[in-house]
């Protein structure tokens, strides 16, 4: 039943494009009674998978920093091995709704990615300034997205690609491919401190895996099929009804 439910979710990944892992873990925890710690091990640790692919692309493309990237990754890596700790001291209640929070934050800096970019500009700093201060910036913007994936298991996908944007001034695509490279160190350090911690059910772990990347692959086959903007409404829509569920219902 996990593989299948996981395979429908891949389908509707795929489909729209958005990253998942909170809707994953609210299906798990929700759906089959998953320990809320295990449901966020297992999903930050797939995610070492399913953006591997999409990486690679973004930098066969060129869309990927690789000086940025590396150096932000190398902060999220020792922030999620930390965040993955830190979550062993929270309470399953308060993890849960901590983590519902995370992914409605999640889903308004999308929205306002997706549908006023513009907006975003206006808060970034100066490029002098960030090139003089590269690197302790990349470190510590790594440290806090990657401990805020390792706490609460999910990507922050959308925080890291506002400090890209904002921070480091990159181009949207840049943003967007030099964010799944970030997000591989943060899933395969934040995954081993679960792993660490007795939270990964090794059998889930591989039901959970391969039904996404089976229905996500099979999904992405059909996105052309529906116009951009529904499908910007339906990335923005996911992770809200996931943070809604997952707050709401015990």
């Given at each position: 039943m996990i593989f299948a439910a996981m395979l429908i979710l891949g389908l509707t990944i795929g489909f729209v494009g958005a990253g998942g892992a909170g809707v994953a873990i609210t299906l798990l925890t929700v759906g089959f009674?998953?320990?809320?710690?295990?449901?966020?091990?297992?999903?930050?640790?797939?995610?070492?998978?399913?953006?591997?692919?999409?990486?690679?692309?973004?930098?066969?493309?060129?869309?990927?920093?690789?000086?940025?990237?590396?150096?932000?990754?190398?902060?999220?890596?020792?922030?999620?091995?930390?965040?993955?700790?830190?979550?062993?001291?929270?309470?399953?209640?308060?993890?849960?709704?901590?983590?519902?929070?995370?992914?409605?934050?999640?889903?308004?800096?999308?929205?306002?990615?997706?549908?006023?970019?513009?907006?975003?500009?206006?808060?970034?700093?100066?490029?002098?300034?960030?090139?003089?201060?590269?690197?302790?910036?990349a470190f510590i913007i790594g440290i806090i997205n990657g401990t805020l994936s390792g706490a609460f298991g999910i990507g922050a996908a959308a925080f890291i690609q506002l400090s890209l944007l904002l921070i480091f001034g990159l181009p949207l695509y840049k943003a967007v491919g030099t964010t799944m490279l970030v997000i591989i160190p943060i899933s395969v350090f934040g995954g081993l401190g679960y792993l660490m911690a007795g939270h990964i059910d090794l059998y889930l772990f591989v039901k959970t895996l391969f039904g996404l990347m089976l229905g996500s692959f099979i999904g992405a086959k059909f996105t052309r099929l529906v116009p951009a903007p529904i499908l910007k409404y339906f990335m923005v829509f996911m992770p809200v009804l996931g943070g809604l569920i997952l707050m709401f219902c015990k």
């Open positions: 009674n998953v320990p809320i710690h295990s449901a966020l091990g297992v999903a930050l640790s797939t995610m070492m998978f399913t953006t591997f692919s999409g990486a690679i692309s973004h930098l066969r493309e060129g869309n990927i920093n690789l000086k940025t990237g590396c150096a932000v990754g190398i902060g999220g890596a020792l922030g999620a091995f930390l965040g993955a700790h830190i979550s062993n001291y929270i309470p399953s209640n308060n993890l849960q709704i901590l983590t519902a929070l995370m992914m409605l934050i999640s889903a308004l800096l999308l929205y306002i990615k997706l549908f006023y970019p513009d907006a975003i500009h206006k808060f970034s700093v100066t490029a002098s300034f960030s090139q003089h201060y590269f690197w302790p910036l």
